[in-house]
């Protein structure tokens, strides 16, 4: 059994922060826990704007709080995100996620699962890492 507490994690190696500030993803979960995918807690700061394409994972996301808009850039439909709202990205697909008036409490989980450090390049996309 795997036990963690939010707040042994904030601070840590395990708290990955995006390059430009937009958002900060604590890392509950990771590849080494071999459960087959990772669990995140992801914090998107308001008023923020994060390009995302992760060609190279599924992810599924559940706002807990706060608000802001996912554009789906294939079809330019614009959905609101707020408390109760899950997404999921089951054709890697490429979209801005923009933060809105207060942060956004997001619980996310990917497969196949991430390593931990894991940063978007310039093209939105999370790297696969072989360890």
């Known amino acids: ?10 601070g840590t190696d395990k708290e990955v922060h995006a390059k430009d500030g937009q958002w900060s993803s604590r890392r509950m979960l990771l590849r080494n826990d071999n459960m087959g995918f990772s669990f995140h807690e992801t914090i998107v700061y ?9 060609k190279n994972h599924l992810e599924a996301v559940y706002c807990v709080s706060g608000n802001g808009l996912i554009e789906d850039l294939k079809s330019g439909k ?10 999921a990205l089951d054709k890697h ?32 996309v999370y790297p696969i890492i072989n360890e």
């Open 1 to 10: 059994m795997i036990i963690r507490n939010i707040k042994d994690i904030i």
């Open 46 to 54: 308001a008023r923020s704007k994060t390009h995302i394409h992760y």
């Open 78 to 87: 614009v959905y609101e995100i707020y408390d109760g709202i899950m997404y």
């Open 93 to 124: 697909d490429e979209h801005i996620l923009h933060g809105g008036t207060e942060d956004m409490r997001l619980i996310c989980v990917f497969n196949p699962p991430l390593v931990g450090t894991e940063n978007h390049d310039k093209h939105g």
